[in-house]
């Protein structure tokens, strides 16, 4: 399975991006979601993350209210919509699935997307 980020970008605080992973190759392997960010210097935090069917989401709680996470399988894409950015998201976003125990924890997932730049400025 490969994943594969896009949609990052340099936006002003109070604005929004669109984060897409898409999965390819062995898609049907495929279950849980997430999102993780890293800062320079800072180490991989937990962001959202989506069970298979989409009915289940997780979020930190620093970006509840404010980002939505979802998912179309018939694309094999999963979503990350950030609105009311702040210069604290600015971060690499990756994409990483099927997590063998928590969602929150970035070592139990097994495929990892290469990360996308999002840049928040003040």
């Known amino acids: 399975v490969q994943l594969q980020a896009s949609g990052g970008g340099l936006v002003q605080a109070g604005g929004s991006l669109r984060l897409s992973c898409a999965a390819s190759g062995r898609t049907f392997s495929i279950n849980d979601m997430g999102w993780f960010r890293q800062a320079p210097g800072k180490e991989r935090d937990f962001v959202a993350a989506?069970?298979?069917?989409?009915?289940?989401?997780y979020y930190t709680d620093s970006v509840k209210g404010r980002f939505t996470i979802s998912r179309d399988n018939a694309k094999n894409t999963v979503y990350l919509q950030m609105n009311s950015l702040k210069p604290e998201d600015t971060a690499v976003y990756y994409c990483?699935?099927?997590?063998?125990?928590?969602?929150?924890?970035?070592?139990?997932?097994?495929?990892w997307g290469q990360g996308t730049q999002v840049t928040v400025s003040s």
């Open positions: 989506i069970s298979w069917s989409g009915h289940s989401t």
């Open positions: 990483a699935g099927n997590p063998n125990g928590s969602y929150y924890t970035w070592t139990e997932y097994r495929y």
